[in-house]
């Protein structure tokens, strides 16, 4: 008797063998997409959008490249999430993190076609990537108590993320930059104290690190353009008349003098509030909403500086760096705290004039003024940029640094290999297929950069039989090379953080053994 | 999910990474692909290079037509759909930001920048290796160029004119060039501000276009120029000498208050109480501004209620007071900013040391409209007005952006303050800079470079061939010039032979040129990394 239908009409189920068949392809797949952006000769990506505009995005970047696509594979949406919470984490090694999970997962596949148990290859790779981790952790290198050589290090770390963008070509300045705003963050890792300006115009290498804060917007008519000692008032609420809020709130009248006197009210109003505003003593008024042309005069008059329309963005920062509070009710002035700066003053960048806050109560803050030719260029340049001072913060607070260049993959490998060799039973050649996967990352770069990788990872492979070997693809010149001479550094952090949540993103692939896909909600057809 | 499946079983065969040939068809492809619509764009502008250079005719969507000569706008309205060609209609407009001028020039630099790079990868250089030498090559390329120049003085107004009709000759309104040239220089430098010798903001040059008359009546004004007629529906005063120009922000006309209001008749003699208060109140309002003897009043556009009544006019004619009305708000700083007033906001605040002063406030007849003049002005602003004049729209609009680019050569100009032989002169000489150093680099980067110093020729190619000249001939002796050390030996386009360039004055600023290569080679490289085109949301 044949069963009957157990699911909805449109859903779908597969099972066994095809469902794990689905998400190892849809996983490769997605693999192999991103895989040539890895390492510093990787290619960029166009992103066609298919939405209004037709906008085009020209990245490198593998979080942002993964974000934007369609899928419709479940596994495949697992590896876009790992890549995004490393983004969140680390914000560096989102590329990496899908690469390796990829080839896992090829990996594991040759496994169950070789009647390997998925739960077997599961407990294989963990072990693996356990003992990978503590091959790591005894060659890190950490400088935290010589503040000389970490600043170096950081440098390194900083240069090495780098090159693998568009900022390769001035990466010495870049890693100035980031590193100087990092350190200005003293340990914190709150990048929100770092704003990023982009200006088209001028070239990548006109970019500057500015303390202080920039706001890109105008200084009223008639106000001054320049105050010292500023107290500012940071706001959001509207300067036209409180409007009663009730549908349908009209007056009666029955003269065109009462109007007038209406009229005077509502203007005396605004003009209360501005009296109640300028009351708190301030001599900067910075506010989310319009302020018309009235309460302009009133502020110009009483040599306020007043600047409306801030970006809601805009002002949150502001009032974080100024050490201010955003108010919204003017009523009791001893309860709202004022921001305060040494400094306002209009700069002109390029082409346009913007507003900046110099000696800010929270010192960490500090701008970074981005100029290039154009907006792809800035936007990547933003996101490379943003990379970096992402990993620069973790690594300030966790200071253990490695090498980099294919070296963390070639010292986990050989220490999997070594353990493959003394597990009995079927998981070690899980544990072996883990040892190949991390191999598979060197190989890649040097793919990438169009040298011969089975000969180069070869000898990679024996260089690293050695003890202590510090041995590393040399992309430039396309041999193997000693990559702490050449200064090629890595956080540990992101490189645990992409082991770890490489092995458990396959591990979650692995385990599926059923797809159900449920019926899609329907839409109803306006007509 | 169909390309997830196509590029998966793709990916099957090659089980093992390292073992395996890697299959690069589709990125060749895709990079092939991007670099022929680049160069497709490029090719469509290159025509347009030099005084010799055409015009093309776009027709946009909506029917409007467009005669043009100017790079940025060709590709502006061109609606390219291709990633890659976008990228270089972007590099144009970047170019416009940067320099204003020298637009078509940097579109094809990138295009023959892009046929050399596609035979070396076609020789199987690696696009990273081809995308660092031309960041080299454009490094020297930068150094070259500042060792060819010669700085300039501000005070030394014949060689910025000369500067500013280079950049006009290859337009339109060529034939103007000395009418406009010297009025570009002359709007520039007044609004230099002492303070900043080094910033122009362009922003601070009026540009008023008005049909009729042509090219030759386009002349600078020395005040401002509204694009308006003053108001005379109640006859007020359309001249006005000795003016006291108040900028107000409120409106003359019945109260309106922001909630919503309505007066309630309940018989009919409250109706002509009504009319009379409303009488009254307006002309309470001008009595005020009378009293602080001002006699001309600029109205802000209001979208909440009517600016003027006619009411409000008669009574304002009555008091002799000229009245321009519906001002943008946009305007409004820089009217300020001219007049040396501040606007007033509020019939309160109407005092008398807000007001501006001009000699004279005048409407003067142009052609079929009319224009309001103020000239005169007392403690003008670092601001100047150009009111261009034209036979037909086309004319003018094209006339516009002429000016705009001869402006912003100035402004290159006084920004960094050094001059470039044009004709040609410094493309050749780059090229033959760079190919002599090609020689003592190493490996792919020698032969890189050797393409990049080739690539360059295409500006003296493209020049000679708009001109109607036989480019091989010219090229090849132009080259063999510069072997023999004539650094400045160029194209005369006019006299059909090779010149010493800066003897004929043509030259362009250093910033325009420097720009252009850096952009270019910018673009180029970005266009070299892609592998791949994505459809996303």
Known sequence: MAIERILKDDASEEKGERARMASFVGAIAITDLVKTTLGPKGMDKILQSTGRGQEVTVTNDGATILKSLHIDNPAAKVLIDISKVQDDEVGDGTTSVVVLAGELLREAEKLVAAKIHPMTIISGYRIAAECARNALLQRVVDNKENAEKFKSDLMKIAKTTLSSKILSQDKEHFAQLAVDAVMRLKGSTNLEAIQIIKKPGGSLKDSFLDEGFILDKKIGLGQPKRIENAKILVANTAMDTDKVKIYGARVRVDSMSKVAEIEGAEKEKMREKVQKIIAHGINCFVNRQLIYNFPEELFADAGVLAIEHADFDGIERLALVTGGEIASTFDNPESVKLGHCKLIEEIMIGEDKLIHFSGVEMGQACTIVLRGASHHMLDEAERSLHDALCVLSQTVNDTRVVLGGGWPEMVMAKAVDELARQTPGKKSHAIEAFSRSLVAIPTIIADNAGLDSADLVAQLRAEHHKEGCNAGIDVISGSVGDMAELGISESFKVKQAVLLSATEAAEMILRVDEIITCAPRKREDRM | ?537
């Open chain 2, 1 to 537: 999910m169909a390309a997830a499946t196509a590029a998966a079983t793709a990916a099957q065969p090659r089980s093992s990474k390292t073992e395996s040939y890697v299959d690069n068809k589709r990125k060749e492809d895709i990079r092939q692909a991007n670099i022929k619509a680049a160069r497709a764009v490029a090719d469509a502008v290159r025509t347009s290079l030099g005084p010799k250079g055409m015009d093309k005719m776009i027709s946009t969507a909506n029917g409007e037509v467009i005669i043009t000569n100017d790079g940025a706008t060709i590709l502006n309205k061109m609606e390219v759909l291709q990633p890659a060609a976008k990228m270089l209609v972007d590099l144009s407009k970047s170019q416009d930001a940067a320099a204003g001028d020298g637009t078509t020039t940097v579109v094809v630099i990138a295009g023959a920048l892009l046929k050399q790079c596609l035979l070396l990868l076609t020789n199987g250089i690696h696009p990273t290796v081809i995308s660092d030498s031309l960041h080299k090559a454009s490094t020297k390329a930068v150094d070259v160029l500042t060792a060819m120049a010669v700085p300039l003085e501000l005070s030394d107004r014949e060689s910025l004119i000369k500067s500013a009709s280079t950049s006009l000759n290859s337009k339109v309104v060529s034939q103007y060039s000395t009418l406009l040239a010297p009025l570009a220089v002359d709007s520039v430098l007044s609004v230099v501000d002492p303070a900043k010798p080094d910033m122009v903001d362009l922003r601070d040059i009026k540009i008023v276009k008005k049909l009729g008359g042509t090219v030759d009546d386009t002349e600078l004004v020395k005040g401002l120029v509204f694009d308006k007629k003053a108001s005379h529906a109640a006859g007020g005063p359309t001249r006005m000498e000795n003016a006291k120009i108040a900028v107000i922000q409120f409106q003359i006309s019945p109260p309106k208050t922001d909630i919503e209001q309505s007066i309630v008749v309940s018989d009919y003699t409250q109706m002509d109480r009504i009319l009379k208060e409303e009488r009254n109140y307006i002309l309470g309002m001008i009595k005020k501004i009378k009293a602080t003897g001002c006699n001309v009043l600029l109205i802000q556009k209001s979208i909440l209620r009517d600016a003027v009544t006619d009411l409000s006019l008669h009574y304002l004619a009555k008091a002799k007071i000229m009245v321009i009305k519906d001002v943008e708000r946009d305007d409004i700083e820089f009217i300020t900013k001219t007049l040396n007033c501040f606007p007033i906001a509020n019939i309160e605040h109407f005092r008398a040391e807000k007001l501006g002063h001009a000699a004279l406030v005048e409407e003067v007849s142009l052609g079929d409209g009319k224009i309001v003049k103020v000239t005169g002005i007392k403690d003008m602003g670092r601001t100047t007005t150009v009111l261009i004049r034209g036979s037909n729209q086309l004319v003018i609009d094209e006339a516009e952006r002429s000016l705009h680019d001869a402006l912003c050569v100035v402004r290159c100009l006084v920004s960094k303050r050094f001059l470039i032989a044009g004709g040609g002169a410094p493309e050749i000489e780059l090229s033959r800079q760079l190919g002599a150093w090609s020689k003592v680099l190493h490996g792919m980067e020698g032969y890189c470079v050797r393409s990049f110093a080739e690539a360059l020729e295409v500006v003296p190619y493209t020049l000679a061939e708009n001109a109607g000249l036989n480019p091989i001939a010219i090229v090849t002796e132009l080259r063999n010039r510069h072997a023999q050390g004539e650094i400045n030996a160029g194209i005369n386009v006019r006299k059909g032979q090779i010149t010493n360039i800066l003897e004929e004055n043509v030259v362009q600023p250093l910033l325009v040129s420097t720009s252009a290569i850096t952009l270019a080679t910018e673009c180029v490289r970005m266009i070299l990394k892609i592998d791949d085109i994505v459809n996303v949301r």
